[in-house]
C-alpha cells in the first residue's frame, strides 16, 4: 500500500464494486471523468473493468481510501505506459463528493506520482483535464504539472464542445520541489 496524509492507495477489492458503481452512475461525476455516453453503469460493468485491472495488463490501478476511516472515496491509476520514454498517462477521480475540495484529490495524485517516479523509474507523468473542470486543474498544478498544450473542442458533455488541456511534469521537475 502507497500512504499519503489524507489517503492510501491499494488494491481494487471486490466489496468496492457497489460504491464505484454508485459512484459512476453520478451525472456530475461521469462528466467530470468523461465516461462518454450516460447509460446505467451496472455491477457487472463494473466487475468487469475491476477483473481488466488485476489482469496485469501493463496497466496500475488503485482504490483510493481515507486513512482517518478506510473509507473507500475513488480510484486513480496509470492508463498508457511507454516503457521505452519512460512515460506514463495517469487519472484520479472521488466520487464521494463529501470529500471533494479538501485535498483528497491531490494527496492520492502526489502518492500516485511518486509511485510513478520513484517504484517504476518514470521520466514523465502525463494527464489530460476538461477546460470546465477547473478543481482538477487547480489540484494538477499544485502537483507540479505545467499545461503542454490545448486539444480544442474534443470533448461533448451534454451537447456542449470543452477543451482539453494537456498536462505534464518531469522527473527532473518533481525533484527540484
Not at 470529500?99 to 517504476?120: K, P
Not at 486543474?137 to 477543451?163: I, P, S, W
Request: proline share 2%; with cysteine.
Amino acid at each position: 500500500m502507497h500512504t499519503g496524509k489524507l489517503v492510501r492507495l491499494r488494491e481494487c477489492r471486490k466489496e468496492d464494486i457497489p460504491l464505484a458503481q454508485r459512484f459512476l452512475n453520478d451525472s456530475e461525476t461521469r462528466a467530470l471523468i468523461g465516461m462518454g455516453i450516460p447509460y446505467p453503469y451496472t455491477l457487472a460493468d463494473e466487475e468487469r473493468r475491476v477483473e481488466k485491472y488485476s489482469a496485469g495488463n501493463d496497466t496500475y490501478n488503485f482504490a483510493i481510501e481515507t486513512l482517518e476511516r478506510g473509507r473507500y472515496i475513488g480510484r486513480c491509476g496509470i492508463n498508457e505506459i511507454d516503457w521505452n520514454a519512460r512515460t506514463v498517462s495517469i487519472g484520479v477521480w472521488i466520487g464521494d463528493k463529501k470529500y471533494w475540495g479538501y485535498g483528497y484529490g491531490t494527496d492520492a495524485m502526489d502518492v500516485l506520482i511518486r509511485f510513478c517516479f520513484e517504484q517504476m523509474n518514470i521520466n514523465k507523468v502525463k494527464l489530460g483535464v476538461f477546460s470546465f473542470n477547473e478543481r482538477a486543474r487547480h489540484c494538477y498544478e499544485k502537483c507540479g504539472f505545467a499545461v503542454e498544450g490545448v486539444l480544442r473542442r474534443e470533448l461533448c458533455v451534454n451537447g456542449q464542445y470543452h477543451d482539453i488541456i494537456e498536462m505534464g511534469m518531469l522527473r527532473s521537475e518533481w525533484e527540484a520541489r
